[in-house]
């Protein structure tokens, strides 16, 4: 892993274009902070949960304007509830775009 000043064009066009937030080193310390003070237990609770949190997920998505770095916006989550929120987000994600282009409601809706 290349570190320090010898790549500095790289940092520069990451925090101009935000950063990939899975890889830094920022974003590694907020996900261990969050699992620290969550104790490494899954706060979703989903159906299929596995209790154990692997991974920190962010209360109000990035891309919804959550906080990226806020552990206040961070929860401890277990794969299978991540992935299943990740599923939604990406669902909610697809409506927010379909929304510039309204679909008018099924007749059958209520
Ligand atoms: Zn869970």
Redesign the pocket.
Known sequence: MVRGPSRPGVVAVAWARGWSRTSSAEHRRWAAAVLRRDRFV?Q???DG???R?SAADHVTAVAEGGEPLDVANGQA??A??HGRKTREEAARGRARRSRLRPVPPHPGAV
Request: aromatic share 0%; charged share 15%; hydrophobic share 35%.
């Open positions: 899954c979703l609770r989903l949960c596995q209790r949190a989550v277990c299978s509830c």
